[in-house]
């Protein structure tokens, strides 16, 4: 099984697959969310008046709300981004007051729940796919694909290897002296890359039967629709107000 | 290190797409023209792997952990241009697919792992390499010490360097914006390097320990020692040469750092400066006058800092040759 990196909870690519096919989410096209998302963090990254602040943070947390992805799996994933959150805004309220350090949490937060609503409510390939017809550029996009497809194999290796390991009687040493832990952990992710190497051989002729030229062949070639049209345009008419009030309020 | 939407100062986020744009469009230009078909789902391959071997948490004592960032180590095996295209790939399955990281940050992050990280964990071990990786491989061993520990260094500094980095753009957030975004640099200057100079030893060792593995169970996998064709002739032999490229690949990563240093650099007097003036003393008139100055604009000042670090170089290089010559032949 395949664990989410980052700080160290756990989410498997598929789960978030199987949100988006849960949710009324991923039946939109991806570049209507992938644009509705970014217009959104620009403006809300804009923000420094608490009121509109916290007006950005209620339309974050509502979307996530109406996105029908669970909201256990969302706080979850924003759990995992807690620790750097209030890092920042700790240390905005001790060097510049409450107020600030509030703006700071619930500013990064509308903009982690934004992004974690979108991350989850699209399947994988679907985001790749609108980032392609984004213009993306090709081998970034293909390398994306690849990626995706081979960090699915690979993790199920190394929870292989973990539990092999754990077997014989590993565990994790207390600090930067433990030789035997770091040489363990060093030849188990050098495996990981002997292991995948070999898979990128085998995987190369797979991909080249079935007609692979540098480049992953667009397979979805659907048209925005008036849905999408609608999503993007409520996201840029909310977008915008928050800015207008903001640069109001500035002047 | 991952910077999440709405923490830095909108000026700062977009000046960091503005440099990964630039940056990435040269390595994505440059890979394209290098990366054959049958290369990308092995290139591929190496960003699940520095993507899953990133999941392998290390410990880095009083019940804390690190793990793995693994730009240096994809720098070293593929080449630098390429490492810096993967770990952009990297951080884009990061950042879309688990939140880590924000898109108006994005181009923060992607310079402070994608691009500095890699350049600087390959430039430090390019230019360390043929100084120390004299002698005779042990047995057993698959690269000399001197080899190992320029493999090392390249990964702490890379590991360092970003996260200096990422503490100078919070710091300059902060001060910019008047305490709106980012993080005091009394705090972030000191927690990010503080816990990044000792989580880089931990990279250090994985990177070292993972090198000596794949070279010896699958040394092809090192395309950046074999892959191109050495020319030795006029200006593109001098382009063309490992030390060159590598003086390059540090020079870009302070060329990239420049631009905070001037929206936050101050016309105040340094310490020395103030207490002089606090003291009533004023600054001589000098013996000498260099013909060179700092700058006053960004081309002028990334001028300066090129002939600096290159004069340090060039005398370092010297004082070995110098340290060599008195040594006894082998």
Redesign the interface.
């Known amino acids: 099984m ?5 700080r ?1 909870h756990h ?1 498997r ?1 598929e789960e ?1 697959d199987e949100h988006a096919r849960a949710s009324w989410l991923g039946k939109l096209d991806p570049r209507a969310k992938i644009v509705g ?2 217009v959104f ?2 403006a ?3 923000l ?1 008046r608490t009121d509109l602040i916290l007006a950005s943070l209620l339309l974050a947390v509502s979307f996530g709300a109406m996105s029908q992805v669970p909201y256990r799996h969302l706080v979850r ?2 759990l ?2 807690l620790p ?2 209030l ?2 805004s700790v ?2 309220f ?3 007051g409450l107020e ?1 350090g509030f ?2 949490w619930a ?6 729940i934004t ?2 609503v ?2 989850s409510g699209t399947e ?1 390939y679907e ?1 790749f796919s609108g ?1 392609r017809r984004l213009k993306v ?1 090709k ?2 996009s ?3 694909m ?6 699915l ?3 199920d ?2 929870a292989r290897m973990k539990t092999a390991r754990t077997a014989r009687g590993f565990k ?5 002296f ?1 030789g035997r ?3 363990i ?10 292991r ?2 070999a ?3 085998n ?2 002729e797979g ?1 080249r039967a079935r007609g ?3 480049d992953m062949r667009q397979m979805r070639t659907s048209r925005l629709k008036a849905r999408d049209f609608a999503f993007m345009a409520w996201f840029a008419c909310l977008s915008s107000l928050l800015v207008i009030l903001q640069l109001g309020a500035s002047q | 290190m ?7 100062d ?1 000026l700062i ?1 977009g000046l960091g797409w503005l440099e990964f744009a630039v940056i990435a469009a040269i390595a ?1 230009y440059m ?2 023209r290098r ?4 290369d ?10 520095i ?12 019940g804390t ?1 690190g ?2 960032i693994g730009g240096a180590l994809f720098a070293i095996m593929v080449g630098p241009v390429i490492a810096i ?2 770990m ?3 951080l ?9 990281g ?3 940050a994005f181009g923060l992050n992607a310079v402070n792992m994608a691009i500095i990280a890699p350049l600087m964990g390959w430039g430090v071990y390019t230019m360390l390499k043929p100084l120390l990786s004299r002698g005779e491989v042990q047995p057993g061993k698959t690269f000399t010490a001197g080899e190992a520990f320029a493999i090392g260094a390249g990964a702490w500094a890379s590991v360092l360097i970003a996260s200096a980095a990422c503490a100078a753009e ?1 710091a300059v957030s ?1 001060a910019i ?8 640099a ?3 200057v000191p ?1 990010m390097l503080g816990y990044h100079a ?1 989580i880089g ?2 990279e250090a ?2 990177t ?3 090198a ?3 070279l010896k ?2 040394p ?2 090192f395309k950046s020692t074999t892959s191109r064709p050495v020319t030795t002739m006029g200006i593109k032999g001098i382009l063309s040469s490992r030390i060159a490229q590598a003086t390059a690949a540090i020079l870009i990563a302070f060329a990239l750092a420049l631009p905070l240093y001037f929206i936050y650099s101050s016309e105040g007097a340094d310490g020395l400066e103030k207490t002089m003036e606090d003291a009533g003393v004023g600054e001589p008139e000098p013996l000498l006058t260099s013909p060179f100055t700092y700058g006053e604009d960004y081309f002028a000042a990334l001028f300066a800092g090129i002939l600096g670090f290159v004069a340090v170089a060039l005398v370092g290089l010297g004082m070995m040759r110098v340290l060599r010559a008195g040594r006894p032949a082998e």
């Not at chain 2, 884009?92 to 880590?100: C, E, K, N, S, V």
Request: charged share 10%; net charge neutral; proline share 3%.
């Open positions: 395949i664990v989410a990196h980052v160290g989410t690519p978030l998302a970014v963090a620009v809300t990254a804009l420094t994933m924003y995992g981004a750097f959150i890092m920042a240390s905005v001790l060097f510049s600030r703006d700071m500013r990064t937060s509308s903009c982690v992004l974690l979108l991350a994988t985001l980032l550029p081998l970034v293909t390398l994306l690849l990626t995706y497809k081979y960090i194999i690979l993790g290796e190394l994790v040493g207390r600090g930067l433990d832990g770091f040489r952990i060093s030849y188990t992710a050098g495996m990981v890359f002997v995948a190497s898979r990128a051989d995987g190369y991909l692979f030229r540098t | 991952h910077i999440p939407d709405g923490l830095m909108p986020a994505i890979s394209g990366i054959k078909d049958k990308l789902p092995r290139i591929a391959v190496l960003c699940a792997g993507f899953v071997a990133q999941m392998l948490n290390f410990p880095i004592g009083g952990t793990h793995l295209v993967g952009t790939v990297i884009l399955i990061q950042a879309l697919m688990f939140g880590d924000g898109l108006t919070l902060y914006s008047d305490g709106a975004y980012g993080i005091a009394t705090v972030s927690a000792v030893v931990g060792i994985i070292v320990g993972v000596a593995y794949v169970v699958a092809e996998m």
